[in-house]
Nanobody, 114 residues
Framework: QVQLVESGGDLVQAGGSLRLSCATSGITFSIWTIGWHRQAPGKQRELVASISRNGKTTYRDSVKDRFTISRDNAKNTVYLQMNSLKPDDTAVYYC????????WGQGTQVTVSS
């Protein structure tokens, strides 16, 4: 059974930084491309960044040069370093594959105040 546990969300002022973590279990973590998604109130969930098994990363344009995704295969964990946060980054953040192969975790709330 796949479990995804996101953490690290908080209330932060614009321009601040946060580091999100997603601990996984029940999967062979190292073989999967993993992504961070987010869902803002009243909006559809969107893929923010992904990292392949080989470490290749992709980002949506709105977070390029501000967010960095990384993974630790020994800990079965994926991270999202978020810098220069903007109010538009306010959302619940989730990890999953880019095509959401697994059931969603509870997510972690990120709130950026202006």
């Amino acid at each position: 059974q796949v479990q995804l546990v996101e953490s690290g969300g908080d209330l932060v002022q614009a321009g601040g930084s946060l580091r999100l973590s997603c601990a996984t279990s029940g999967i062979t973590f190292s073989i999967w491309t993993i992504g961070w998604h987010r869902q803002a109130p009243g909006k559809q969930r969107e893929l923010v960044a992904s990292i392949s098994r080989n470490g290749k990363t992709t980002y949506r344009d709105s977070v390029k040069d501000r967010f960095t995704i990384s993974r630790d295969n020994a800990k079965n964990t994926v991270y999202l370093q978020m810098n220069s946060l903007k109010p538009d980054d306010t959302a619940v953040y989730y990890c999953n594959t880019p095509t959401s192969n697994w059931s969603w975790g509870q997510g972690t709330q990120v709130t950026v105040s202006s």
